[in-house]
């Protein structure tokens, strides 16, 4: 996934390596249409590839809801327009577009990428965008995001657009974010405790409850955590998900024996023994037929009217931004990983991909689960010797078959399945090593975009502050002309963005 930033396996597996220089010829019209045999590849590995890729990131299906299904937007409404959260209907739904757009990956591309609701970008959309509009509103803001990409991808913009923005500052991005679901992570799972202001003290968050950890809500959590962490030292491919499941079933037995049950409490006090967001008991049914009632719920216009025009702009851009530069590099990766890039490190299709891609992320608002986008845990299934589209039209299906078990959402609490928001923001900080810290210019626009995401709880300041401050660098120390020309509007953007209140003061509008 491009948000999570999982790291590729360091190499595919050796019978994929060794079939690749011998292709056998083709052996019927699945082979001659996916072109099986020609890339050393059979059609049970390409299943087999699939099937592994879909173990391995169906953990969205679980953290998607959870992210973007329990947060209200400006009007007080949860996704959907109901006053209480319902994640069966989320889950069913980024279920669905995870499966129609990676078969399509699959079928247009021939390629083994899978998408599904990016990571980071969900977390953007719940956190720094549907707090200022309406749930539809910020759909409609995906909507306009992928259609965007999609102008650029197919003008070849995209280069100019990719060439703007510094490597280092794309990846300070990734890592920012990274640690900013970790934080959301460690705080619904109470291990991080906001401080109330009622409690006269100025810190503003804290270990626990007084320093220390209670309860059996999160003795699940560290549990979860260091599964999963044992899990992936022995490099378990659906490590994230088999914590996931475990934890459930251990908070299941210990309700079942203890009935904590609910934790609600006002956002001024603390409850540190209850579960968070839902009580794990099993559910009346296991199978339901899904209900996809988010289909639709978007609007193009609303965030206009709402934000203003510079405001929503910046948002656009800032979407686009993560969504289409981690792209390009997660098709690449795979590539790589399959053996499949040419002598100028280009994939297959590219311009293909790309377009499904973009898609994908216009795909996201309209079904009301944030953008879709490739995901980088596809080189697990490369691994397993996917080379490929028929591995995505397998991955694809079973998102489908998913659709139908979005019940089992209901039954996992926060402390459950929030050590995997911690995991997934240590993949993406490892990037860090890619910053050259030793370059003042570079460095501070860096760690100024990656400490404020957390710290300030808000994706957007952190980005515009490490553009705004890396020009301002460049030009003080004469080096303007270094400096891209779409990097200096999106600054002076975000310049407003950040001064609009006194400037609204200054020109008298309220």
Request: glycine content about 10%.
């Amino acid at each position: 996934m491009s948000e999570s930033g999982s790291t590729p396996s360091a190499a595919s597996s050796s019978e994929g390596t060794a079939t690749r220089s011998r292709p056998a010829p083709p052996s019927g019209g699945l082979d001659r249409f996916f072109r099986i045999s020609e890339r050393g590849s059979t059609v049970s590995r390409e299943i087999r590839g699939g099937l592994v890729t879909f173990v391995t990131m169906a953990y969205i299906i679980v953290l998607n809801p959870l992210i973007i299904g329990t947060v209200k937007d400006a009007d007080g409404k949860f996704l959907g327009g109901g006053s209480a959260p319902d994640l069966e209907l989320v889950a069913a739904a980024t279920a669905l577009v995870a499966g129609v757009m990676t078969i399509l990956m699959g079928v247009v591309a021939n390629y083994p990428l899978a998408l599904a609701t990016g990571l980071g970008l969900n977390a953007f959309l719940a956190f720094s965008i549907a707090s200022d509009m309406s749930w539809a509103d910020a759909m409609g803001l995906i909507v306009i995001e992928g259609l965007v990409i999609l102008v650029l991808v197919m003008t070849g913009f995209r280069r100019a657009v990719f060439a703007a923005v510094p490597p280092a500052l794309k990846i300070s991005i990734s890592v920012g974010i990274g640690l900013f679901i970790a934080f959301i992570g460690l705080v619904d799972a109470g291990i991080v405790r906001r401080n109330p202001d009622s409690a006269g003290t100025p810190v503003p968050v804290g270990f626990g409850v007084g320093g220390d950890l209670e309860g059996w809500p999160t003795f699940v959590f560290v549990v979860g955590l260091l599964l999963i962490v044992v899990l992936m030292v022995k490099r378990v491919k659906a490590a994230i998900l088999i914590g996931i499941v475990t934890a459930t079933v251990l908070a299941v037995i210990i309700e079942a024996i203890a009935n904590i049950g609910p934790s609600f409490t006002p956002p001024d006090r603390v409850n540190p023994h209850g579960w968070g967001l839902n009580v794990p008991t099993l559910p009346d049914t296991w199978v339901r037929k899904p209900d996809f009632g988010l289909l639709g719920h978007f609007s193009l216009l609303g965030s206009w009217d709402r934000v203003g025009v510079v405001a929503t702009v910046l948002l656009i851009f800032t979407l686009m931004l993560a969504d289409f530069f981690d792209t390009m590099g997660t098709m690449t990766a795979i590539g790589a990983e399959a053996g499949l890039l040419d002598e100028t490190g280009t994939p297959p299709n590219t311009q293909r991909i790309l377009i499904v891609d973009s898609l994908a992320a216009a795909a996201g608002g309209a079904a009301s689960v944030s953008s879709n986008t490739s995901y980088i845990e596809s080189a697990a299934g490369v691994g397993e010797g996917a080379r490929t589209g028929l591995a995505s039209v397998v991955t694809g299906v079973l998102f489908l078959l998913a659709t139908f078990l979005a019940p089992i959402v209901a039954i996992i609490p926060y402390e459950a399945a929030t050590p995997a928001l911690v995991v997934v923001g240590f993949l993406m900080m490892t990037q860090v090593k890619g910053i050259l810290w030793d370059d003042v210019e570079i460095a501070l626009p860096a760690f100024l975009t990656i400490i404020l995401m957390p710290f300030a709880f808000s994706i957007s300041v952190g980005i515009g502050a490490g553009f705004v401050s890396y020009v301002l660098i460049k030009a003080v120390r004469g080096k303007s002309s270094q400096i891209h020309p779409l990097l200096w509007v999106v600054s002076a953007l975000f310049v407003v963005y950040f001064a609009i209140d006194p400037i609204r003061q200054l020109l008298g509008v309220e």
